[in-house]
């Protein structure tokens, strides 16, 4: 059982709400050891395909504890960190689809966590920033590498130098979330995404993260020849066979994971 953390699946989704609003859902030691913990049955269980990750209350996640932080000293800020980068980059590396369903406030660690996520949708009441230099660090789960990978080198400077906070709107303008809904669409959203993605064909989708991951750090060369293998065992899956008779056959395709 989870303390700082609601966990459900419905029809092949995980549902990993961060449940400590009291704090504004700070990422602590513990929130992220069961945040691994919630990725780890994700991972491992058959029945979950996707996930979606979201904030209760008014924040997504407004960062690393602070409190916690200022109580540690740097031994304890490295493990810290550590589990953070371990967290973030889990996330990234499952084979499935997470989506980040951006209710608020995704400050520091919280734009951390939903830029690690396959696919953002935000809120319109969303707000997003990398206010650590504020605190006299500069982001640790992750910020400095994933931020200019999504909106550039110059803007994620401009970002974590100002430590500006920004609206959905502008987070959408800039490339740092893929939509913007109303904040009682926000679950549905998220939820229509991810029902698009399951309707499709398991094994391309879990080869499209890996490749575009895995690829996005190699130059062009390498990139296109990880593609010719990845895609080359997508052509080998029998889902192949059925994606394009079902075509052919003008009819839904029935996937079966194979
Ligand atoms: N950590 C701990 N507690 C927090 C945090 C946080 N990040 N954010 C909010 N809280 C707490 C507040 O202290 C307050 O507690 P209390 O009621 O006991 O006083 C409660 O949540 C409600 O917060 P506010 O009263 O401040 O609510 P507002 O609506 O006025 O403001 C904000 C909301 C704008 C979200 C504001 O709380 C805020 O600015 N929070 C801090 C945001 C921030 O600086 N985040 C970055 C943290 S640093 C980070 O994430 C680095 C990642 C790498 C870490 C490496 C580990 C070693």
Known sequence: MYENLKFEVKENIAYITINRPKAMNALNVEVLNELYEAFTEVEKNGEIRAAIVTGEGKAFVAGADIAQMHAIDPIGGRTMIATGHKVMNYIEAIEKP?????????????CELAMACDIRVASEKAKFGQPEVNLGIIPGFGGTQRLPRLVGKSMAKYLIMTADMINAEEAYRIGLVEKVVPAEELIDAAEKIAKTILAKAPIAI??????????YNMDMRAGSALEVEAFTASFASQDKTEGMSAFLEKRTPNFQNK
């Open 98 to 110: 997470v989506i980040a369903a951006i209710n608020g406030f995704a400050l520091g660690g919280g």
């Open 206 to 215: 879990a080869i499209t993260k890996t490749t575009i991951n895995n690829g």
